[in-house]
């Protein structure tokens, strides 16, 4: 019985190991996204381009990816939805075709976290627009949000999901250190600017 669960983490890896962000900047016209700005292949990174249709378009497909491969395993158990959610996180943060170098992973588990839990998800996405909306920093508003997951876990008495969660949000902090040095020296640039992040 173990070749399910593996199909389910495959097949959520496989989904969220799509880059969304690299695929529309080419066919827009804009070029490597991973020659431009921060050279990430999220969606703060696509607005750089100046194309918000697709830095949009990016976001809503980056956090449908990992819905998506919640929802689908989900057909037939919430266990295997849980795997496959954690297939798609490690496939944003980690695609093959991009020799492991993915994106930062926030979009994505927010998906995941809603495709779980709705109200973990509407908690992850309030601290993230509010942080955003408060600092202007993506990045500080992503590491909150997926911060706020676990803390939101207990409260729901989602337990179980809690070891997973610290781990969904640790490697958010991960992928974002370069960020978090930038935050502490004051020069992490803010929504807009022009600089890396």
């Not at 918000?52 to 819905?67: C, E, N, Q, S």
């Not at 179980?160 to 640039?189: D, Q």
């Amino acid at each position: 019985m173990w070749i399910e669960p593996v199909l389910a983490v495959l097949t959520g890896y496989l989904l969220g190991s799509i880059p969304f962000g690299l695929l529309l900047t080419r066919l827009t016209g804009g070029g490597d996204i991973r020659s431009i700005g921060s050279g990430n292949i999220g969606a703060t990174n696509v607005l750089r381009t100046g194309n918000k249709a697709v830095a949009a378009l990016t976001l809503l497909l980056d956090i449908g990816k990992g819905a998506v491969a919640v929802l689908l395993a989900n057909q037939f158990s919430e266990a295997w939805g849980i795997l496959a959610g954690m297939g798609a996180f490690l496939g944003h943060l980690y695609p093959v075709w991009l020799r492991f170098d993915g994106g930062k992973g926030v979009a994505t588990l927010l998906g995941i976290v809603t495709a779980i839990n709705p109200i973990l998800g509407a908690v992850f996405a309030v601290v993230w627009i509010g942080s955003l909306v408060i600092w202007r920093f993506s990045s500080l508003g992503g590491m909150l949000a997926a911060m706020s997951t676990p803390i939101t876990a207990v409260f729901l008495g989602k337990y179980t999901l809690i070891p997973m969660f610290i781990g969904f949000a640790l490697l958010v902090l991960w992928k974002h250190r370069s960020n978090i040095e930038r935050l502490m020296a004051g020069e992490e640039p803010k929504v807009g600017a022009s600089s890396k992040t």
